[in-house]
């Protein structure tokens, strides 16, 4: 008897640190496709050192049942910066039209914009005002650049709207939201941040005769009350990132990783050494 109990202990004990490792620690995850070669490729396996932004805290079964919750997270001892890759919780696991919380759909991409940044694509750059640090790969957005004639669905992106026309090659300006700014709500405003009002407020937004609605009532401003980012994939032409389905809610952010703790071919099966503990970049 003592001997069953002291297994169901120890059993218990296994548990609940795995648990607290994996919520307030690390992570591992594994990239699924080539949206972010040269840096990563499939087959690698990623630790992601929570410390580093900050664990997060929420409802594990709410964000199964892609409710909305409250996401909490801790101090971490280093800021989130411009080319830094991390990986998050993809905004849209259903449709692209709104943005909902799946804990198990995740995406890991450059991020080319921060709270605040007003960003552009010319010519297949990325700029933000006032930076003048090259951002993303270039390499990608070279060819970018030298491409006449995309595959379909490849040259429209966010936010398809005739009007304001944007695509890979020429897109924005585009500012990125922080906590606290606001805007006027016109046409254009309306387009563009319609998802994330309707995110933050759990509510719709309409525009009807040159008026913007929230929640059936008349509004002519909106004051943002999260941050958001803007994600690249380092394989420009073959990566679908916030150029398609826009920007990303601070909260969905799991961390930055750290290095490549495995790394397997996925066509030979074969362990690829020369990967193995890579520092990402």
């Known amino acids: 008897m003592n001997r069953t109990v002291n297994i169901v202990f120890w059993l218990c004990m296994a548990a609940a640190l795995w648990f607290v490792t994996q919520v307030f620690l690390w992570a591992s995850f594994k990239i699924p496709t080539d949206s972010m070669e040269p840096e990563l490729t499939t087959g690698d396996n990623l630790l992601v ?10 409802d594990l079964s709410a ?8 996401i909490y997270r801790l101090p971490g001892f280093k800021k989130i910066q411009r080319n830094d890759i991390l990986v998050f919780n993809f905004p849209h696991p259903n449709t692209w039209d709104k943005i909902e919380m799946h804990i198990l759909k995740y995406y890991i991409k450059r991020c ?7 960003l552009s694509i010319r010519n297949g750059f990325f700029h933000v005002n006032g930076v003048s640090t090259p951002l993303g790969n270039r390499e990608a957005q070279e060819r970018i650049t030298e491409t006449e004639k995309f595959q379909d669905g ?8 005739s009007i304001i026309g944007w695509n890979i090659k020429e897109f924005g300006p585009l ?10 709500m016109n046409r254009t405003n309306f387009v563009l941040y319609k998802k994330l009002i309707e995110w933050e407020q759990q509510g719709t937004l309409e525009y009807k005769d040159s008026t913007s609605f929230l929640n059936e009532k008349p509004i002519d401003g909106y004051r943002f009350l999260k941050n958001y980012y803007f994600m690249a994939g380092d394989n420009g032409m073959n990566s679908q990132d916030s150029r398609y389905w826009g920007m990303l809610p601070e909260e969905y952010i799991v961390g930055k990783p750290w290095f490549i703790w495995k790394s397997v071919d996925p066509y030979t099966g074969k362990f690829r050494w020369e990967r193995f503990l890579k520092v990402i970049h």
Do not use: C, N
Request: charged share 20%.
């Open 63 to 70: 964000t199964m049942q892609l409710e909305q919750t409250e």
């Open 49 to 58: 050192w929570k410390p580093t932004i900050g664990p997060r805290l929420f």
């Open 154 to 161: 490849i040259f429209h992106s966010f936010p398809y709207d």
């Open 112 to 118: 080319v914009g921060l709270p605040g940044d007003t």
């Open 175 to 184: 500012h990125i939201p922080a906590k606290g700014d606001s805007i006027r």
